[in-house]
């Protein structure tokens, strides 16, 4: 199983960034995806999740009006699209995986991960 996420780099404040997350899990259509994130010295912190068909989201109340989060199960692709990004959002974003019913912002709920992409905002 692998989660490959791409799309992070350096960006201004107030710009745009999306990330995407392309995944072998199997049937993706059957899996919750999140997007995380980390910095140095902190733990994991839950960023959005999407459910399986993508009619459920849920964002963490930082990014709320900020973030969208939306996936194409046909391309098996999950995408995190920033916008308005200020440098607090300065961090490695990952995918994760999980097959259950809910969206959950607990890192331990999620079975797969993937490597993450650095993003970085400058003032």
């Known amino acids: 199983v692998q989660l490959q996420a791409s799309g992070g780099g350096l960006v201004q404040a107030g710009g745009s960034l999306r990330l995407s997350c392309a995944a072998s899990?199997?049937?993706?259509?059957?899996?919750?995806m999140g997007w995380f994130r980390q910095t140095p010295g902190k733990e994991r912190e839950f960023v959005s999740g999407?459910?399986?068909?993508?009619?459920?989201?849920r964002y963490t109340d930082s990014v709320k009006d900020r973030f969208a989060i939306s996936r194409d199960n046909a391309e098996n692709t999950v995408y995190l699209q920033m916008n308005s990004l200020q440098p607090e959002d300065t961090a490695v974003y990952y995918c994760?995986?999980?097959?259950?019913?809910?969206?959950?912002?607990?890192?331990?709920?999620?079975?797969?991960w993937g490597q993450g992409t650095l993003v970085t905002v400058s003032s």
């Open positions: 994760a995986a999980k097959m259950s019913l809910f969206i959950s912002t607990n890192t331990g709920a999620y079975d797969y």
């Open positions: 899990v199997r049937p993706f259509s059957q899996y919750i």
């Open positions: 999407i459910s399986q068909r993508g009619d459920s989201t």
